[in-house]
């Protein structure tokens, strides 16, 4: 089951999301980092999520777009399954980035391997803030800004594997569907998901 919560990451801020009946997201607050009451402020949040009936505070993670990377290569139509060393011999072969410093979700479409990436740095740093603060992260997505990458992108809470979103369990468009309807933020905040 998908949260009604998402914490919704940027370079500035962090925005706390609820979803009510019919999949419409309300913004709760926006807070920016390093804020002097940040602590006292996402304490509150917490209050609030919980007589909105979140008591177990299940929450999205979503990260910041501007920090995924998105990359596509052909792997013919015969591909089928792909085992992890094969992904990232793929991935090696046209990333810029360290692949031992990062965690992707992936996807084949039509013999081509679709590739999102993140420094897995920035996953761990967004879980831990969700945890410090009592929340409990149960999925952690981005959106990416490429059109090379046209799903959301769901990466693995262990951010030191890579995501099997191939094999997920979860149906990605149900999360999509889900996800994508958070609100734009209308701050002046060019690192949004968005």
Same mark, same amino acid.
């Given at each position: 089951?998908?949260?009604?919560?998402?914490?919704?990451?940027?370079?500035?801020m962090?925005?706390?999301?609820?979803?009510k009946?019919?999949?419409?997201? @309300?913004?709760?607050?926006s807070?920016?980092?390093?804020?002097?009451d940040?602590?006292?402020r996402?304490?509150k949040?917490?209050?609030?999520?919980?007589?909105?009936?979140?008591?177990?505070?299940?929450?999205i993670?979503?990260?910041?777009?501007n920090?995924i990377r998105?990359y596509?290569?052909?792997?013919?139509?015969k591909?089928?399954?792909?085992k992890p060393?094969?992904?990232n011999?793929?991935l090696s072969?046209?990333s810029?980035?360290?692949?031992s410093?990062s965690?992707?979700?992936?996807y084949l479409?039509?013999?081509?391997?679709? @590739?999102?990436?993140?420094?897995?740095?920035?996953i761990?740093?967004?879980?831990?803030?969700t945890?410090?603060?009592? @929340?409990?992260?149960?999925?952690?997505?981005?959106?990416p800004?490429?059109?090379?990458?046209?799903?959301?992108?769901? @990466?693995?809470?262990k951010?030191?594997?890579?995501?099997?979103s191939g094999e997920?369990?979860?149906d990605?468009t149900?999360?999509?569907?889900?996800?994508v309807?958070?609100?734009?933020?209308?701050?002046?905040?060019?690192?949004?998901?968005y």
């Open positions: 089951m998908v949260p009604n919560l998402a914490l919704k990451f940027s370079y500035t962090v925005h706390l999301f609820h979803r009946k019919g999949g419409i997201w @309300f913004l709760l607050d807070i920016q980092h390093g804020e002097p940040l602590d006292h996402m304490q949040l917490k209050r609030n999520s919980i007589q909105l009936g979140e008591r177990n505070l299940s929450t993670v979503v990260l910041p777009s920090e998105c596509n290569i052909e792997a013919g139509e591909v089928r399954k792909l060393k094969k992904l011999n793929y072969q046209i810029t980035e360290p692949i410093e965690t992707y979700d992936w479409e039509k013999g081509r391997l679709n @590739f999102a990436l993140i420094q897995t740095s920035i761990e740093n967004a879980i831990k803030f945890e410090k603060h009592s @929340f409990k992260p149960n999925y952690v997505v981005g959106l800004k490429s059109n090379s990458y046209e799903r959301v992108a769901v @990466f693995d809470l951010s030191n594997s890579r995501s099997k997920n369990l979860f990605a149900q999360l999509e569907m889900m996800a309807k958070l609100p734009k933020s209308n701050s002046n905040d060019h690192q949004m998901v």
